[in-house]
């Protein structure tokens, strides 16, 4: 044990047998944290914890499914007591449609993922956070989700739809939760290699997971909440 507060925290990372996930979740372990390596399939979730280190923990997390959410955060209660930092990573993209006429079953499950199922996801773990009297809570947008830059026609409607509510969701459960310790922000990784970026993304996942992780280590004292970040700086909405 150290002085660090961070080493004794226990962070839950969604989405986090690959790309940002798992790279938000290396950052955390080696600031101290204890980390839920969470995946929608247990076995990717056991492969990454396990490469990740002894603090990394797995557990099966689908966030499309209510059922799965609230056995992985009772587990994860159950466990080790407490939920510092949750991180809703996981995402998915409708890629390159219109939005004047998108593929509606894709729309709904890239709003399913995206917005319902962070919103499930905090919603499960807010009140022990509250209990608690301290929670971070860090919603992963995207600069696409930014109304200010919805003048072009760049495809991914729905995950730009997504990202938009993620971002008033953000806004919404900070207001509701002011006073209690638990802040809520959302950040953009910006353009990232990953799966889902692609190989030709400017950026690497470490630099793309510093803005996350960064709002998920806010001190103690610290009151930023109900805000969008872009390299540790506000985006507009
Ligand atoms: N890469 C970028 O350029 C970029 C830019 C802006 C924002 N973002 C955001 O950053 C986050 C991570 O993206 P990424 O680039 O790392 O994407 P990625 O490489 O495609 O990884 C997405 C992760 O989400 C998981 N996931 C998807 N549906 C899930 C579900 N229902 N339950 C649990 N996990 C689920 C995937 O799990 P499986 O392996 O099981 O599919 C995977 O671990 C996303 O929210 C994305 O929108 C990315």
Redesign the pocket.
Known sequence: MTNDPNSSRVALV?????????EIARQLLTRGFHVWV????LP?AQATAGALGPHARPLQ?????PT?ITTAIDHAIGALGRIDVLI??????DGLQPATGPDFALAAATL???VL?AWRTATAVIPHMVAAGYGRIVN?????GSLHHMTDAAGEPA?RVS?AALNALTRLLAAELAGTGVLVNAA???????????AH?P?D?EE?ADTPVWLATLPETAHTTGQLFYDREPLTW
Do not use: C, F, Q
């Open positions: 969604t989405g986090a047998n690959r790309g940002l996930g798992t969470t995946a929608r399939h990717d997390l689908d966030v499309s499914s799965s809703n990573n996981a995402g998915i993209t399913e993922t995206n199922g992963i947008s995207s600069n696409l995950y990202k953009s990784p910006g353009w990232t290699r990953t799966d889902m970026g692609g993304a950026r996942v793309g």
